[in-house]
């Protein structure tokens, strides 16, 4: 066999593994996408006060003087059923303290705690969290994140909607904002890499190790996590809120994931390289799920979402410069199967773009192009798979790492 010949069977056999890679996992992505098409709409804010049930709100914090004002503002502006609104603070350093004090004044629903030291192998914001639930009186622990952003009407809602579907537990994917052109290039990428792995929020409950959960809008039964051992399961987890929700969810209870892109706002990064180091710590969600599913959701994003612009362009290229010929060559099958399978990909990825477009407060020209950073996406969840990280917010977590 000659050497032009020989390369010629070698590029076809990987070509058709490729292309039997791509198709199976194109249809595992179009299972997962499917109950998204009955999916529930964005969650409305509730207008008028409920008094038939209570709710702690619990915020942690550690050195966010520069984020949990909005936060603070948006609480104060709940009605009923919030009991309380408990500021979990881990000793911070930078005026949070005495903002918190401040709003306390004003709303005396509001309380500063300071949680415990933190113990070995406990994970800071778990922990603050733990701490908080301690001290809880509502019939529901409402966890928000201090860089978010309440509506009027949040808590309300979150009941309502928790009610209406029978939940235990929910949480609610926020609409960001504040985002810079180069954070909307890339961020969506990387969300659209969750909503490939795990399904769309609003949709039909996934099974216990497919539920997604959001920490900045989470919310729970207070004896439902007491009778489970409150927020321990969670300890050292770098995406404690779905490792929490997939156990509680293999235990039994009903756990939801919906739309909260009209009652909650969120600016969790100040750039782009931030975003990219701190969301990429976790974002592989590798403490609540076995290694072999997240290498197989590794393969399936880049087979589905990173690769086909790519290999769109490379066939497209070899086609217009006559190295391949779609009638009359042997592997001509081959390459009108690539191009089919690697537009329908695309199609998919735009199609989800357009359907992702309320998750932000502001879009423009870069939102719009954020598929071409879908090799980048898939570049950074294959790092977050392959490293477990040292540190967060300042403290290091060296010993969590070595484990």
Sequence with gaps: MTMPALFADTGRLVGLVLLA???????????????????????????????????????????EAQRVGPCLEGLMQQQAPLLEVLVVDSRSTDGTRELVEAA?????????????????????KVWALENGLRHAKGEWVLGIDADTVPAPGLVGAVIDAVEQDGYD???????????????RFV??????????????????????DRV???????????DLLLTHGGYSCARNSWCDDVTLARHLAANGARVG???????????????LSEMW?????SFDLKDATPMWRRWLDVALVWAVQGLPLPILL????????GAVNLVASPSAMLWRALLLVNGSALFIRLFMLWALRGCYAERGLTFWFSWVADLAASWRLTLSTARRPKAWRGRSFESLAAS
């Design 21 to 63: 890679l791509q198709v199976w996992l194109l249809l595992v992505l179009l299972v997962r996408l499917m109950p998204g098409y009955s999916r529930r709409p964005p969650i409305a804010p509730r207008r008028t006060p409920r008094h038939d049930t209570t709710v702690t709100v619990m915020v942690t914090t550690l050195n």
């Design 104 to 124: 306390a004044a004003r709303d005396p629903r509001i309380r500063l705690v300071t949680d415990d030291p933190l113990p070995p192998g406990w994970v800071g």
């Design 314 to 321: 490379v066939v497209g290229t070899l086609i217009a410069t």
């Design 257 to 271: 994931f919906l739309d909260g892109s009209n009652i909650i706002q969120v600016r969790s990064y100040a750039s």
């Design 187 to 208: 961020q969506p990428a990387m969300l659209c890499t969750l909503v490939y792995r795990c399904g769309a929020a609003g949709a039909t409950q996934p099974p216990p």
């Design 169 to 183: 537990v929910a949480s609610f994917s926020p609409q960001f904002r504040d985002q810079t052109p180069a954070e």
């Design 212 to 222: 997604l959960a959001n920490g900045q809008c989470f919310i729970a039964r207070r």
């Design 277 to 281: 180091r701190e969301w990429g710590r």
